[in-house]
């Protein structure tokens, strides 16, 4: 259904009411989706000064927008009421500077990580180079500090850092995560493999099974919080998790940030994101249901529906 004049209007005051507003799936402290988290990632480098409307809890501005902006998908960024644009267009933005000019900040003398490529490694990798013509080898680390390292094309901004004869390309976006990694080429219980030491690395998410939760919770020594949406909850819940809405999030992060915490969700794909974006805001001490409410229901409570 097109959009009113009134519905305009309204969602023109919208995209006015902050210097910079991001509507994506999820909130800035839990994207819902992958897209969305870079997104908020490459803001979170350069500004704290940004709100975000969940899309997905609010399904009026989720269609409004759509036709509003001409776009189809989400997230999109606005800046003082203006389209920016999307996920792959805040990235090649940010890579070339671009972005920091339209949020207005200083742009931060970005330097070349330090990378370290042993020669066991650099021996490993001439193979895999002998064939790659034009493509070059590629160092990425996300958000959670998982590494990709591969061969692929290189990208406008890249930095190439050489080591032992070795040329590793890795994006702007990565080079913070990057620096002083250290590559080696080991022997494991599956043969020889590749092995990236980043120090970088902040705690993991701690996998935790149904009995062992149940323990924790009963002595009063973890936190409980539950990250999916009404209707799942409505179906099955935990008495002991609260819900992770807007005023849960408050108290959560009122917690210290040593205290221990605890998230599950249906099969604990979706509270394992959302445990590790809790470690990104410093949180050292997050439990991860495996297995997610299924797994309590059969292992801890029958009486919690299986669905």
């Given at each position: 259904m097109p959009l009113t004049d009134q519905r305009r209007a309204e969602l023109d005051s919208l995209v006015h009411s902050k210097?910079?507003?991001?509507?994506?799936?999820?909130?800035?402290?839990?994207?819902?989706?992958?897209?969305?988290?870079?997104?908020v990632g490459i803001l979170n480098q350069l500004t704290s000064d940004y709100e975000t409307v969940n899309i997905l809890e609010d399904q009026s501005?989720?269609?409004?927008?759509?036709?509003?902006?001409?776009?189809?998908?989400?997230?999109?960024?606005?800046?003082?009421?203006?389209?920016?644009?999307?996920?792959?267009?805040?990235?090649?933005?940010?890579?070339?500077?671009?972005?920091?000019?339209?949020l207005g900040v200083e742009p931060k003398p970005l330097?070349?990580?330090?990378?370290?490529?042993?020669?066991?490694?650099?021996?490993?990798?001439?193979?895999?180079?002998a064939d790659a013509g034009e493509d070059v080898l590629r160092l990425d680390i996300d958000p959670q500090y998982n590494c990709d390292l591969y061969v692929g094309p290189p990208e406008a901004g890249?930095?190439?850092v050489s080591s032992n004869g070795v040329v590793l390309h890795v994006a702007r976006e990565f080079a913070a995560?990057?620096?002083?990694?250290?590559?080696?080429?080991?022997?494991?219980?599956?043969?020889?493999?590749?092995?990236?030491?980043?120090?970088?690395?902040?705690?993991?998410?701690?996998?935790?099974?149904?009995?062992?939760?149940?323990?924790?919770?009963?002595?009063?020594?973890?936190?409980l919080f539950d990250v999916r949406p009404d209707d799942e909850r409505a179906r099955a819940s935990i008495a002991q998790a609260r819900k992770l809405d807007a005023a849960s999030e408050r108290y959560l992060f009122g917690l210290r940030k040593d205290a221990p915490?605890?998230?599950h969700c249906h099969h604990g794909g979706r509270s394992r994101s959302a445990a590790e974006r809790l470690l990104q805001e410093g949180f050292t001490q997050v439990y991860n249901l495996e297995g997610g409410i299924e797994a309590w229901s059969r292992d801890v409570d029958p009486s919690v529906p299986r669905y």
């Open positions: 210097k910079v507003l991001l509507f994506m799936k999820g909130n800035r402290h839990f994207p819902a989706c992958g897209f969305s988290a870079t997104v501005a989720r269609e409004g927008m759509k036709e509003f902006s001409s776009w189809p998908t989400f997230p999109q960024l606005y800046v003082n009421g203006q389209f920016v644009g999307g996920c792959d267009i805040v990235k090649e933005m940010h890579a070339q500077g671009e972005l920091q000019k339209v330097k070349a990580p330090r990378l370290t490529v042993t020669p066991a490694a650099a021996k490993a990798f001439q193979d895999a180079l890249d930095f190439a995560r990057a620096d002083g990694v250290t590559v080696d080429y080991v022997e494991g219980p599956k043969g020889h493999a590749f092995r990236i030491d980043n120090p970088n690395e902040p705690p993991r998410v701690k996998p935790i099974d149904p009995r062992a939760l149940k323990a924790m919770l009963d002595a009063g020594k973890v936190e915490i605890a998230l």
